[in-house]
């Protein structure tokens, strides 16, 4: 977490941080992303950057966690007009990143995700700190139709939908690609709802 000497700070003065923040890492990955590049955009010395951030990786998993956050409410609000159907809500999820890829957050976000393929899985897992906050979106899914035998099991298939969805998300940038990636997405979603909602076991007798 940041420092509260940068929660202290005014609007306008962490809003042009964090914007020059984002414009850096989405123009290159983690390892070549430069804090020199950054607080020159910004206009503030390097040592009071060190008063906001112990470093490039606490400002990368702060921005990344406004990422989730978006994600995770917009993803309540689909599974709320879907009646609590989880893979219906996800391709709604991937409908609306790919159709505001081009402009805002949604274009920040993907830009970042297709500078770092080998995070892509990481920026959007269930995992600490975030975790406590997904108890509202498990409360608005519908399980009936769910195979979950075990604690964890629902949480598993979060994070599968999750790192399949933020995968696809970032491909589908590419020119001509939104279609495909799409089509190949509902597929992946059907092999997983196949494996995730209820069928007959056959007796192992018989």
């Given at each position: 977490m940041p420092s509260s000497t940068f929660f202290n700070l005014q609007p306008e003065k962490r809003e042009r941080l964090l914007a020059a923040a984002r414009e850096e890492f989405a123009r290159a990955s983690?390892?070549?992303?430069?804090?020199?590049?950054?607080?020159?955009?910004?206009?503030?010395?390097?040592g009071s950057f060190y008063m906001y951030f112990t470093g490039k990786e606490e400002l990368f998993s702060y921005l990344m966690e406004e990422y989730r956050r978006?994600?995770?409410?917009?993803?309540?609000?689909?599974?709320?007009?879907?009646?609590?159907?989880l893979f219906e809500a996800f391709l709604d999820l991937f409908d609306y990143v790919h159709r505001r890829r081009d402009t805002g957050p949604c274009r920040e976000m993907l830009d970042i995700l297709?500078?770092?393929?080998?995070?892509?899985?990481?920026?959007?897992?269930?995992?600490?700190?975030?975790?406590?906050?997904?108890?509202?979106?498990?409360?608005?899914?519908?399980?009936?139709?769910?195979?979950?035998?075990?604690?964890?099991?629902?949480?598993?298939?979060l994070y599968l939908l999750i790192m399949?969805?933020?995968?696809?998300?970032?491909?589908?940038g590419a020119p001509g690609a939104g279609g495909s990636v799409r089509s190949r997405l509902i597929q992946i979603y059907d092999i997983l709802r196949?494996?995730?909602?209820?069928?007959h076991v056959p007796d192992a007798h018989h």
């Open positions: 983690f390892d070549q992303v430069s804090i020199n590049r950054m607080i020159r955009r910004a206009g503030i010395p390097r978006q994600a995770e409410e917009q993803l309540g609000r689909f599974l709320e007009e879907r009646s609590g159907e297709r500078q770092n393929p080998q995070m892509r899985a990481d920026m959007f897992l269930l995992r600490d700190p975030c975790l406590h906050r997904m108890d509202a979106l498990r409360a608005r899914i519908n399980t009936a139709g769910l195979d979950l035998r075990e604690e964890g099991d629902l949480d598993n298939i399949v969805t933020a995968q696809a998300a970032a491909a589908a196949r494996g995730a909602e209820n069928a």
